[in-house]
Protein backbone atom coordinates (compact mmCIF):
# COMPACT_ATOMS: atom_id res chain seq x y z
CA UNK A 1 0.00 0.00 0.00
CA UNK A 2 1.40 3.39 -1.05
CA UNK A 3 0.49 6.32 1.68
CA UNK A 4 0.83 9.74 0.92
CA UNK A 5 4.33 11.61 1.82
CA UNK A 6 4.11 12.58 5.23
CA UNK A 7 4.06 16.61 4.50
CA UNK A 8 1.39 18.95 5.25
CA UNK A 9 1.80 22.60 5.30
CA UNK A 10 -0.90 25.91 6.12
CA UNK A 11 -0.59 25.66 2.23
CA UNK A 12 -2.54 22.75 2.24
CA UNK A 13 -4.92 23.06 4.23
CA UNK A 14 -6.09 26.56 2.43
CA UNK A 15 -6.01 24.44 -0.75
CA UNK A 16 -8.24 21.75 1.11
CA UNK A 17 -10.60 24.50 1.99
CA UNK A 18 -10.87 25.96 -1.41
CA UNK A 19 -11.45 22.35 -2.84
CA UNK A 20 -14.02 21.36 -0.47
CA UNK A 21 -16.10 24.48 -1.11
CA UNK A 22 -19.72 23.29 -1.91
CA UNK A 23 -19.02 19.92 -0.36
CA UNK A 24 -18.88 20.23 3.14
CA UNK A 25 -20.18 22.41 5.54
CA UNK A 26 -19.24 25.55 7.34
CA UNK A 27 -21.11 24.16 10.97
CA UNK A 28 -22.28 26.87 13.27
CA UNK A 29 -20.93 27.85 16.19
CA UNK A 30 -23.01 27.62 19.31
CA UNK A 31 -22.77 29.11 23.26
CA UNK A 32 -24.63 28.60 26.28
CA UNK A 33 -25.07 30.72 29.44
CA UNK A 34 -24.92 28.01 31.44
CA UNK A 35 -22.05 26.26 30.74
CA UNK A 36 -20.33 29.32 30.54
CA UNK A 37 -21.11 29.78 34.21
CA UNK A 38 -20.26 26.05 34.92
CA UNK A 39 -16.75 26.77 33.26
CA UNK A 40 -15.80 30.19 34.53
CA UNK A 41 -14.83 30.61 30.70
CA UNK A 42 -16.51 31.75 27.79
CA UNK A 43 -17.01 28.61 25.98
CA UNK A 44 -17.50 28.64 21.77
CA UNK A 45 -18.67 24.69 20.20
CA UNK A 46 -17.59 24.36 16.76
CA UNK A 47 -20.73 21.60 15.77
CA UNK A 48 -18.81 19.12 13.39
CA UNK A 49 -21.79 16.63 14.75
CA UNK A 50 -24.04 18.61 12.52
CA UNK A 51 -21.62 18.16 9.55
CA UNK A 52 -22.06 15.64 6.19
CA UNK A 53 -22.19 12.08 7.83
CA UNK A 54 -22.56 13.74 11.13
CA UNK A 55 -19.23 14.13 12.05
CA UNK A 56 -15.92 16.13 10.79
CA UNK A 57 -13.70 13.51 9.46
CA UNK A 58 -15.74 14.27 6.07
CA UNK A 59 -13.66 16.99 5.28
CA UNK A 60 -10.41 14.90 5.14
CA UNK A 61 -11.90 12.70 3.16
CA UNK A 62 -13.47 14.52 0.64
CA UNK A 63 -10.09 16.52 0.43
CA UNK A 64 -8.21 13.06 -0.29
CA UNK A 65 -10.83 11.89 -2.78
CA UNK A 66 -10.86 14.83 -4.64
CA UNK A 67 -7.06 14.60 -4.58
CA UNK A 68 -7.07 11.40 -6.65
CA UNK A 69 -5.87 11.77 -10.88
CA UNK A 70 -8.65 9.93 -12.74
CA UNK A 71 -6.28 6.86 -13.00
CA UNK A 72 -6.34 6.03 -9.35
CA UNK A 73 -9.65 7.09 -8.91
CA UNK A 74 -10.94 4.06 -11.09
CA UNK A 75 -9.51 2.20 -8.76
CA UNK A 76 -11.72 2.94 -5.88
CA UNK A 77 -10.72 3.88 -1.88
CA UNK A 78 -10.19 1.23 1.02
CA UNK A 79 -9.60 1.77 4.69
CA UNK A 80 -10.04 0.90 7.75
CA UNK A 81 -11.88 2.93 10.42
CA UNK A 82 -14.00 2.60 13.65
CA UNK A 83 -16.88 4.44 11.78
CA UNK A 84 -16.84 7.78 11.25
CA UNK A 85 -13.60 8.03 8.54
CA UNK A 86 -15.45 5.12 6.90
CA UNK A 87 -18.94 6.41 6.45
CA UNK A 88 -17.28 9.71 5.67
CA UNK A 89 -14.42 7.88 3.00
CA UNK A 90 -18.12 5.81 1.46
CA UNK A 91 -19.72 9.25 1.07
CA UNK A 92 -16.39 10.89 -0.27
CA UNK A 93 -16.28 8.07 -2.67
CA UNK A 94 -20.11 7.85 -3.45
CA UNK A 95 -19.95 11.87 -4.33
CA UNK A 96 -17.32 10.84 -7.47
CA UNK A 97 -19.32 7.80 -8.40
CA UNK A 98 -16.00 5.28 -6.80
CA UNK A 99 -16.13 2.25 -5.30
CA UNK A 100 -15.21 1.97 -1.78
CA UNK A 101 -13.91 -0.92 1.06
CA UNK A 102 -14.34 -0.28 3.99
CA UNK A 103 -12.40 -2.67 7.39
CA UNK A 104 -14.35 -2.51 10.85
CA UNK A 105 -13.27 -3.55 13.80
CA UNK A 106 -16.34 -6.10 15.04
CA UNK A 107 -16.53 -3.76 18.43
CA UNK A 108 -17.27 -0.52 16.26
CA UNK A 109 -20.72 0.96 17.10
CA UNK A 110 -23.99 -0.39 15.18
CA UNK A 111 -24.55 3.04 14.16
CA UNK A 112 -21.51 3.79 12.25
CA UNK A 113 -21.48 0.51 10.67
CA UNK A 114 -24.78 1.62 9.45
CA UNK A 115 -23.69 4.90 8.54
CA UNK A 116 -20.83 2.98 6.13
CA UNK A 117 -23.19 0.49 4.30
CA UNK A 118 -26.14 3.62 3.63
CA UNK A 119 -23.58 5.16 1.04
CA UNK A 120 -22.83 1.67 -0.59
CA UNK A 121 -19.28 0.57 0.59
CA UNK A 122 -17.94 -2.94 0.98
CA UNK A 123 -17.64 -3.55 4.80
CA UNK A 124 -15.17 -5.55 5.64
CA UNK A 125 -15.40 -7.04 9.52
CA UNK A 126 -12.12 -7.78 11.51
CA UNK A 127 -10.97 -8.17 15.18
CA UNK A 128 -10.01 -4.94 17.10
CA UNK A 129 -6.46 -4.71 17.03
CA UNK A 130 -4.67 -2.49 14.50
CA UNK A 131 -2.38 -5.39 13.51
CA UNK A 132 -5.89 -7.35 12.39
CA UNK A 133 -6.99 -4.21 10.67
CA UNK A 134 -3.68 -4.03 8.73
CA UNK A 135 -4.19 -7.37 7.94
CA UNK A 136 -7.45 -7.29 6.56
CA UNK A 137 -6.61 -4.08 4.59
CA UNK A 138 -4.18 -5.52 2.60
CA UNK A 139 -5.88 -8.18 1.57
CA UNK A 140 -8.69 -5.78 0.04
CA UNK A 141 -6.18 -3.75 -1.32
CA UNK A 142 -4.58 -6.57 -3.09
CA UNK A 143 -7.76 -8.06 -4.46
CA UNK A 144 -9.43 -4.48 -5.65
CA UNK A 145 -6.18 -2.78 -6.09
CA UNK A 146 -8.30 0.03 -4.19
CA UNK A 147 -6.42 3.59 -3.33
CA UNK A 148 -5.29 3.37 0.97
CA UNK A 149 -6.64 6.58 1.84
CA UNK A 150 -5.62 6.37 5.85
CA UNK A 151 -8.02 7.70 8.33
CA UNK A 152 -6.01 10.12 10.16
CA UNK A 153 -1.74 9.71 8.92
CA UNK A 154 -2.05 11.51 5.86
CA UNK A 155 -1.23 14.59 4.49
CA UNK A 156 -4.21 14.95 2.97
CA UNK A 157 -6.56 13.72 5.64
CA UNK A 158 -4.16 16.25 8.10
CA UNK A 159 -5.42 19.22 5.54
CA UNK A 160 -8.71 18.43 5.52
CA UNK A 161 -9.25 18.35 9.22
CA UNK A 162 -7.54 21.30 9.65
CA UNK A 163 -10.10 23.25 7.56
CA UNK A 164 -12.09 23.38 10.80
CA UNK A 165 -9.42 25.31 12.84
CA UNK A 166 -9.83 28.09 10.17
CA UNK A 167 -13.59 28.14 10.18
CA UNK A 168 -13.04 28.22 13.77
CA UNK A 169 -10.87 31.29 14.03
CA UNK A 170 -12.99 33.01 11.06
CA UNK A 171 -16.17 32.62 13.62
CA UNK A 172 -14.55 33.64 16.95
CA UNK A 173 -11.02 35.52 16.01
CA UNK A 174 -10.15 36.73 19.43
CA UNK A 175 -9.89 32.95 21.14
CA UNK A 176 -7.39 32.26 23.72
CA UNK A 177 -7.64 28.29 23.36
CA UNK A 178 -8.85 25.38 21.08
CA UNK A 179 -9.84 22.26 22.85
CA UNK A 180 -9.93 18.83 20.20
CA UNK A 181 -10.14 15.29 21.05
CA UNK A 182 -7.10 13.22 20.07
CA UNK A 183 -7.08 9.28 18.87
CA UNK A 184 -5.33 9.23 15.88
CA UNK A 185 -4.27 12.78 15.82
CA UNK A 186 -5.85 14.44 12.43
CA UNK A 187 -7.36 16.78 13.64
CA UNK A 188 -5.42 17.96 16.47
CA UNK A 189 -2.56 17.86 14.10
CA UNK A 190 -4.32 20.13 11.10
CA UNK A 191 -6.21 22.33 13.65
CA UNK A 192 -2.49 23.29 14.96
CA UNK A 193 -0.79 23.90 11.66
CA UNK A 194 -4.11 26.33 10.66
CA UNK A 195 -4.18 28.53 13.55
CA UNK A 196 -0.14 28.19 14.23
CA UNK A 197 0.82 31.98 15.91
CA UNK A 198 -2.69 32.23 17.12
CA UNK A 199 -4.45 30.59 20.79
CA UNK A 200 -3.38 27.50 22.48
CA UNK A 201 -4.34 24.00 20.97
CA UNK A 202 -5.04 21.53 23.54
CA UNK A 203 -5.75 17.86 22.56
CA UNK A 204 -8.62 15.95 24.85
CA UNK A 205 -8.36 12.34 25.95
CA UNK A 206 -9.92 9.76 27.89
CA UNK A 207 -7.31 8.18 30.40
CA UNK A 208 -8.61 4.87 29.19
CA UNK A 209 -6.95 5.53 25.89
CA UNK A 210 -3.84 7.27 26.58
CA UNK A 211 -1.63 6.69 24.43
CA UNK A 212 -1.45 10.50 23.04
CA UNK A 213 -1.02 11.91 26.61
CA UNK A 214 2.13 9.34 27.13
CA UNK A 215 3.53 9.75 23.72
CA UNK A 216 3.70 13.82 24.23
CA UNK A 217 4.79 13.71 28.00
CA UNK A 218 7.45 10.99 27.20
CA UNK A 219 8.68 12.46 23.97
CA UNK A 220 8.35 8.89 22.32
CA UNK A 221 5.00 7.84 20.15
CA UNK A 222 3.43 5.18 22.39
CA UNK A 223 1.21 2.58 20.84
CA UNK A 224 -2.75 1.67 22.01
CA UNK A 225 -3.61 -1.74 22.12
CA UNK A 226 -7.29 -2.05 22.10
CA UNK A 227 -8.44 0.34 25.07
CA UNK A 228 -12.20 -0.03 26.77
CA UNK A 229 -13.31 3.74 26.39
CA UNK A 230 -16.70 4.42 25.67
CA UNK A 231 -15.23 7.09 23.40
CA UNK A 232 -15.07 4.36 20.72
CA UNK A 233 -13.60 7.54 17.73
CA UNK A 234 -10.13 7.46 20.26
CA UNK A 235 -9.49 4.02 20.58
CA UNK A 236 -6.78 4.55 17.81
CA UNK A 237 -3.25 4.70 18.49
CA UNK A 238 -1.84 8.21 17.35
CA UNK A 239 -0.21 8.60 14.11
CA UNK A 240 3.33 9.20 12.98
CA UNK A 241 3.42 12.03 11.26
CA UNK A 242 0.45 13.85 14.04
CA UNK A 243 2.76 13.13 16.89
CA UNK A 244 5.87 15.02 15.20
CA UNK A 245 3.48 18.03 14.57
CA UNK A 246 1.63 17.52 18.67
CA UNK A 247 5.17 17.27 20.01
CA UNK A 248 6.17 20.62 18.49
CA UNK A 249 3.13 22.68 18.66
CA UNK A 250 0.23 21.29 21.18
CA UNK A 251 0.10 23.12 24.47
CA UNK A 252 -0.53 19.94 26.62
CA UNK A 253 -2.60 16.54 26.50
CA UNK A 254 -5.43 16.56 28.98
CA UNK A 255 -6.88 12.98 30.33
CA UNK A 256 -10.24 12.65 31.57
CA UNK A 257 -12.27 9.78 32.58
CA UNK A 258 -15.10 7.80 31.35
CA UNK A 259 -17.38 9.20 34.24
CA UNK A 260 -16.05 12.70 33.10
CA UNK A 261 -16.91 11.86 29.34
CA UNK A 262 -20.45 10.80 29.87
CA UNK A 263 -21.22 13.69 32.40
CA UNK A 264 -20.18 16.40 29.52
CA UNK A 265 -22.29 14.69 26.90
CA UNK A 266 -25.32 14.96 29.53
CA UNK A 267 -24.81 18.56 29.74
CA UNK A 268 -24.13 19.23 26.11
CA UNK A 269 -27.53 17.79 25.58
CA UNK A 270 -28.92 19.84 28.66
CA UNK A 271 -27.47 22.84 27.37
CA UNK A 272 -27.45 23.15 24.08
CA UNK A 273 -29.99 20.58 22.99
CA UNK A 274 -27.22 18.79 20.68
CA UNK A 275 -26.37 14.91 20.57
CA UNK A 276 -22.75 14.21 20.34
CA UNK A 277 -20.87 11.24 20.63
CA UNK A 278 -18.73 10.20 23.85
CA UNK A 279 -15.71 11.11 21.32
CA UNK A 280 -16.99 14.75 21.21
CA UNK A 281 -17.89 15.68 24.69
CA UNK A 282 -14.12 14.54 26.08
CA UNK A 283 -13.45 18.57 25.06
CA UNK A 284 -16.49 19.81 27.50
CA UNK A 285 -15.02 17.15 30.26
CA UNK A 286 -11.56 18.35 29.58
CA UNK A 287 -12.82 22.17 30.42
CA UNK A 288 -14.32 21.26 33.11
CA UNK A 289 -11.84 18.92 35.19
CA UNK A 290 -8.88 21.37 34.61
CA UNK A 291 -10.80 24.67 35.73
CA UNK A 292 -6.92 26.53 36.46
CA UNK A 293 -6.18 26.07 33.45
CA UNK A 294 -9.17 27.50 31.68
CA UNK A 295 -10.65 29.77 34.06
CA UNK A 296 -11.66 33.85 32.53
CA UNK A 297 -10.18 31.93 29.08
CA UNK A 298 -12.31 32.14 25.90
CA UNK A 299 -12.06 28.49 24.78
CA UNK A 300 -12.65 27.08 21.09
CA UNK A 301 -14.35 23.19 21.37
CA UNK A 302 -14.93 20.99 18.69
CA UNK A 303 -17.33 18.82 19.10
CA UNK A 304 -16.37 15.85 16.41
CA UNK A 305 -19.35 13.87 15.76
CA UNK A 306 -22.92 12.76 16.68
CA UNK A 307 -23.07 9.23 15.88
CA UNK A 308 -23.65 7.50 18.75
CA UNK A 309 -26.01 4.33 19.92
CA UNK A 310 -29.12 5.48 21.83
CA UNK A 311 -28.22 3.58 24.49
CA UNK A 312 -25.84 6.56 25.82
Avoid at 176 to 186: E, H, L, Q, R
Avoid at 243 to 264: K, R
Wanted: hydrophobic content about 45%.
Amino acid sequence: MVQQAFTVTLADILRAQQRLVGGVLDTPVLRSATLDLLAGAELFFKCEHQQVTGSFKARGALNAVLSLTEAQARQGVATHSSGNHGAALAWAAASRGLPAYIVVPENAAIVKKRNISRYGAEIIECESTLPAREAALAAVVARTGANFIPPYDDARIIAGQGTTGLEVMAAVPDLDDIVTPVGGGGLLAGTLLAVADGPQVYGAEPAMADDAYRSFTSGVRVLSHTPKTMADGLRTTLGALNFEIIQGHCAGILLVSEAEILAAMRLIWEALQQVVEPSSAVTLAAVLRYPEQFNNRRIGLILTGGNCDSSF
